[in-house]
């Protein structure tokens, strides 16, 4: 259908208009090769990717907008996914609050996308789209084009996603969403080829032109009425109902026997990701039903047996592509490790079998071998997927020739028959070495670790705070005084940091970077909790309890949980409740300094269990921290 044919009804809500329209205007896309997805996105097939709802009966004159003269800002940012777009010929600009006024003076549109080092498809959206001269001078032309690092910016990072999932069903990275010059959302998107992209946005920039009033105030509407609905289900809920640990635990167990995986561990899906968060908060609670418990333990064997773990130089990759956990998406984040650290502590503290111990133990030491960064005195964010020549898994995989070179003959046999090498090998570099029940396996393991695997450069608090947690269960369960002198070190460090009067969400060098989000005080509280628990010390300068008021004062507002303490988008609302992700809910972790929140929203909680799990074991407000 042309889009001048498409008319709307201006009796019809922003909402529905915006379902109409992707309906009607449901274009082909590349198969979705963005396989960062979040869980929480539900792994829904691409929906319409277009968001070219607001389409006028009368066209407006068009506006003419001069080349953006501004130069690439991001040349030698010590953020490194950022420092690698300072080569683009895009005129990228640095998130701040100015990017809004900019855009209003010029009428134009703002292009904001958000990616991460070690995300595989960031670098290759790079490649084909950013890099290309023509695509490059559109964007200069028409938008302001800002890029984000989504772990420095997660405020931002945070409504983007939650849009974007909202209007297409699908969200990951890279994240690229559009803004009215007031910074309301109105399409997102997420990796698409050369063609498409440059399609997408001259067709966006056409609509702009075209009746950017109708634009916005369509797109300010939007916000409006998702913030109305949320306090539509605000008053829907009875706050003298009280909302205990057990009444929710039991909407959770009934919801994921709907979702669990019972033959391969898991949520059902296509990818499968550990879910930390709920993994963690499942083996908290006390009193778990038999067939719970035996889909949790059937999850931890699964992950740490197959091929979401590295069982040559240890850690666990962020998912597996496939429901079986053969096939990894190999960058590795320390929020993922630190979490799943801890999880397998906790599992062994409840089954007392040694593989969860060995496991988790194993993740430690892969964390202190490859991402401790002794300048700082923390623990580095990542792993790239991509080995220096830009081979995804390069670092990871091994061919026949090169496995049949590097070990002995008796080594090469064995591998040979274990790994079947005289079969196609399952990836285009060769094979992902898996345990082999010899004594042999120690010797071949530490022939076929890999140095200089490409590792981010930000230490990032909050990121910190969660392996703080680990280490503090890592002493406790293990008794290895090494745990607690690591757990001791951190704490201080991230103690010092997160009481300055502006803390950073990261450090890269000797460059802070960043604002310490309700994430960073989130993770370090509990960390703090922990340790002081685990150290067994009377309270200090250090003590968690100094954080409450600080935390309260940046951000608790009448509303909710306010994730930045200078927001700047209209859509960065605070939130009454947090849903987990791939790490835990800030608002749950902090549920006893505002436990109104929970109680006035209990039916959204009890509605979507799983995505808000972190709450069973904070709802009844108890004391101690979470460690076992």
């Known amino acids: 259908m042309p889009m001048t044919a498409i008319k709307l009804n201006l009796m019809q809500s922003p909402i529905t208009q915006i379902k109409m329209k992707l309906a009607a205007l449901r274009t082909s896309q590349k198969t979705n090769k963005s396989r960062n997805l979040s869980p929480a996105s539900g792994f829904h097939r691409p929906l319409a990717l277009a968001f070219r709802l607001f389409i006028a009966s009368i066209t407006s004159f068009c506006l003419l907008l001069s080349p953006n003269s501004y130069a690439n800002q991001l040349i030698d940012h010590n953020s490194p996914y950022l420092a690698m777009h300072g080569s683009d010929p895009v005129n990228w600009r640095l998130w701040q609050a100015d990017i809004l006024k900019q855009a209003q003076q010029e009428n134009r549109l703002i292009f904001i ?32 084009s800002v890029k984000i690092d989504r772990e420095l910016n997660p405020e931002i990072d945070k409504p983007l996603i939650e849009f974007a999932r909202k209007t297409t069903g699908q969200a990951g990275w890279p994240q690229h969403v559009i803004l009215t010059p007031e910074g309301y959302p109105i399409h997102a998107f997420i990796y698409l080829d050369n063609k498409t992209f440059n399609k997408r946005l001259k067709n966006i920039n056409q609509l702009w032109q075209n009746q950017p009033d109708r634009i916005r105030a369509l797109a300010a509407q939007f916000i409006a009425e998702e913030k109305a609905q949320l306090d539509t289900n ?96 190999f960058e590795k984040m320390l929020y993922d490790n630190a979490q799943l650290a801890q999880v397998y502590l906790l599992a062994y503290q409840r089954w007392q079998d040694k593989t969860y111990l060995d496991t988790a133990l194993q993740t430690l030491n892969y964390i202190t071998e490859q991402l401790y960064d002794p300048q700082n005195r923390m623990y580095l964010g990542s792993q790239s997927a991509l080995d220096k020549h830009d ?52 010797s071949i393991k530490g022939k076929l670790k890999k140095p200089h695997i490409l590792t981010d450069s930000k230490n990032l608090l909050g990121w910190n705070g969660l392996l703080l947690s680990a280490l503090s269960q890592a002493y406790l369960s293990s008794k290895q005084p090494q745990y607690l002198n690591q757990a001791e070190q951190l704490a201080h460090r991230l103690a010092v940091l997160i009481m300055q009067d502006k803390p950073p969400r990261a450090i890269s060098g000797d460059q802070t970077l960043g604002e310490a989000s309700l994430q960073d005080y989130a993770f370090i509280y509990q960390g703090l909790q922990d340790w002081q628990t685990v150290a067994d010390k009377e309270p200090t300068p250090h003590h968690a309890e100094k954080l409450v008021p600080l935390i309260e004062s940046k951000f608790l507002s009448p509303v909710g949980w306010r994730y ?36 006035q929203h209990q039916a959204l909680l009890l509605a979507n269990a799983i995505d808000y799990a972190g709450y069973v074991i904070n709802l009844d407000c108890r004391q101690s921290a979470d460690i076992q």
């Open 234 to 329: 605000h008053k829907q809920d009875n706050p003298d109902k009280v909302l205990t640990a057990k009444i929710f635990a039991e909407a959770l167990f009934a919801q994921l026997r709907v979702r669990m995986d019972d033959f391969l561990g898991g949520l059902k899906g296509t990818n499968k990701f550990p879910v930390a968060p709920l993994l963690k908060s499942l083996l908290l609670y006390d009193d778990l039903p038999d067939d719970i418990d035996d889909w949790l333990a059937l999850t931890l064997t699964q992950m740490q047996s197959e091929h979401l773990y590295d069982h040559v130089h240890g850690g666990f990759y962020r998912y597996s592509v496939d429901p079986n956990w053969q096939t990894p998406h």
């Open 113 to 144: 996308s958000s990616g991460y080092f070690s995300c595989h498809w960031c670098h290759v959206m790079q490649k084909e789209n950013y890099r290309n001269t023509d695509t490059a001078s559109y964007l200069n032309e028409h938008f302001i």
């Open 564 to 599: 930045n303490a200078t927001p700047i988008l209209p859509n960065q609302q605070g939130e009454a409740v947090m849903s987990d992700s791939f790490i835990p809910s800030p608002s749950a972790l902090l549920n006893c300094l505002a436990p109104q929140y929970s109680q």
């Open 391 to 442: 081979n995804e898994g390069g670092d990871y995989l091994w061919n026949r020739a090169a496995l049949e070179n590097s070990l002995t003959s008796e080594e090469f046999a064995l591998v040979n028959q274990a790994w079947l090498l005289q079969s196609a090998p399952p990836y285009d570099l060769g094979w992902h070495p898996k345990p082999i029940d010899s004594p042999l396996w120690q």
